[in-house]
């Protein structure tokens, strides 16, 4: 049984931080190619980073590139995302993924003073 499950959103004040986690099971972890997605109340569904399946290789929205860290320990099976210096409209549930392929249930992230 697959799974992905999210971990480590919660509310932050504006130039704060957060690292979420994302564990994953139930198939081959390191052979797949990882994403973090956010999706805010109204908005579409957006990309914000991608890891290759050995960690080589990461690519980030515009949005947050010098801000979040993607990042993967095989070993572990788990993804992380760090996020630094949070502003307001990086509030949106954020969605670990395999390819797109799998998808874990979300947790919210909350940018407000």
């Known amino acids: 049984q697959v799974q992905l499950v999210e971990s480590g959103g919660g509310l932050v004040q504006p130039g704060g931080s957060l690292k979420l986690s994302c564990a994953a099971s139930g198939f081959t972890f390191s052979s797949y190619a990882m994403s973090w997605y956010r999706q805010a109340p109204g908005k579409e569904r957006e990309l914000v980073a991608t890891i290759t399946s050995a960690g080589g290789s990461t690519n980030y929205a515009d949005s947050v590139k010098g801000r979040f860290t993607i990042s993967r320990d095989n070993a572990k099976n788990t993804m992380y995302l760090q996020m630094n210096s949070l502003k307001p409209e990086d509030t949106a549930m954020y969605y670990c993924?395999?390819?797109?392929?799998?998808w874990g249930q979300g947790t919210q992230v909350t940018v407000s003073s």
């Open positions: 993924a395999a390819l797109s392929k799998y």
